[in-house]
């Protein structure tokens, strides 16, 4: 499956912005979805899944401010950010994963086909 990430951009803190991923060339429905984020210098980092079954899971970082949701008749998964803030600035890449059980859904190493990243920027 080939995945295109798209939606990334500067926006001020406290405003909202929503991404999109895009596949082609599988069946989507059969893949879980990730999001990740890498900020200059760090480590990729989780940032949520969705399940096949529309389940999802977030780290604290981002609970209660991300929501990930997907249309399968569109192959496309998003990512709905609110409430941004500075420390959210990263390089943002969905990912997918037909392989993974449960307990490594949140693991970057985990899923075998990525997206390109798109660049979000949060200014203070």
């Known amino acids: 499956v080939q995945l295109q990430a798209s939606g990334g951009g500067l926006v001020q803190t406290g405003e909202s912005l929503t991404l999109s991923c895009a596949a082609s060339?599988?069946?989507?429905?059969?893949?879980?979805m990730g999001w990740f984020r890498q900020a200059p210098g760090k480590e990729r980092e989780f940032v949520g899944w969705?399940?096949?079954?529309?389940?999802?899971r977030y780290p604290d970082s981002v609970k209660d401010r991300f929501t990930i949701s997907r249309d399968n008749a569109k192959k496309t998964v998003y990512l709905k950010m609110n409430r941004l803030k500075p420390e959210d600035t990263a390089a943002y890449y969905c990912?997918?994963?037909?392989?993974?059980?449960?307990?490594?859904?949140?693991?970057?190493?985990?899923?075998?086909?990525w997206g390109q990243g798109t660049q979000v920027t949060v200014s203070s």
């Open positions: 990912a997918a994963t037909q392989r993974a059980i449960l307990s490594e859904y949140a693991n970057r190493n985990a899923y075998e086909y």
């Open positions: 060339g599988g069946a989507f429905n059969r893949y879980v």
């Open positions: 969705i399940s096949r079954s529309f389940s999802t």
